[in-house]
């Protein structure tokens, strides 16, 4: 357990609705991601953070926006939801202490959201 | 990065060991093997990585072949609760960058 929550952990809107995911870690490790996973489509990243105020682009990005004003919290903001947009949504953290451990990668329990 | 080729699915029976191949043949020097699991609706679980030994922990072991154009995982006595999608994930290490690319898997069965 890597101390990392997400909420809401279910959530059902509707089109053209904005909605922010909020990741929430106690452990002060440097780099979060925030993930969708699709049938078919594996898990796929969408941003990720390598400290405050740093972030860049996944594969996945259009149609989203991340935001980290400190340490512990890494927002996915949703600005007009879609249906294309439902999905399961993982947060996940990584502190690298080696260069073999940079991927050493732990995930939240997700995030569940319907677009309707 | 190199691309992976796994089995999509196995079966193994509770108490034996689970072996799952990962193929990687276009592997670099400089480039690691990651494997992670996702049980059905959780979130991915990191399991183990190596470069070129072999390496084990609590959970598994893994064995890279000396070309290290392949590798195995193994479970040494799969139970119930091994039952997932596991992932090999070959990945360079550059710097500040550490995103990781999930291919589809192998669904591991572990039965009675």
């Known amino acids: 357990d890597a101390g990392i929550t997400q909420s809401p952990r279910h959530k059902v809107t509707e089109t053209g609705t904005p909605v922010t995911l909020r990741c929430h870690q106690t452990?002060?490790?440097?780099?979060m991601y925030w993930y969708r996973q699709d049938p078919g489509h594996g898990l796929r990243l969408i941003h990720y953070?390598?400290?405050?105020?740093?972030?860049d682009k996944g594969e996945v990005s259009d149609g989203y926006s991340v935001s980290r004003s400190k340490t512990e919290d890494f927002l996915l903001t949703l600005e007009s939801a879609t249906s294309s947009q439902t999905s399961v949504y993982f947060c996940?953290?990584?502190?690298?202490?080696?260069?073999?451990?940079?991927?050493?990668?732990?995930f939240g329990p997700g995030t569940r959201l319907t677009v309707l | 990065d190199a691309k992976t080729t796994q089995p999509t699915s196995m079966d193994c029976a509770e108490g034996r060991a689970a072996n799952l191949p990962c193929n990687h043949s276009?592997?670099?020097?400089?480039?690691?093997v990651y494997w992670y699991r996702q049980i059905h609706s959780q979130g991915p679980q990191y399991i183990i990585h190596?470069?070129?030994n072999n390496e084990t922990n609590e959970m598994a072991s893994l064995i890279i072949t000396e070309d290290r154009k392949s590798s195995t995982l193994i479970l040494p006595h799969a139970t119930l609760r091994d039952t997932a999608v596991y992932y090999c994930i070959v990945r360079v290490i550059t710097g500040t960058a550490s995103k990781l690319t999930f291919g589809t898997g192998t669904r591991l069965q572990v039965t009675l």
């Open positions: 996940a953290i990584s502190e690298p202490r080696t260069s073999g451990s940079l991927y050493t990668q732990y």
């Open positions: 953070s390598y400290g405050v105020k740093d972030t």
């Open positions: 190596g470069l070129k």
């Open positions: 452990e002060n490790h440097r780099y």
């Open positions: 276009t592997i670099s020097g400089n480039e690691y």
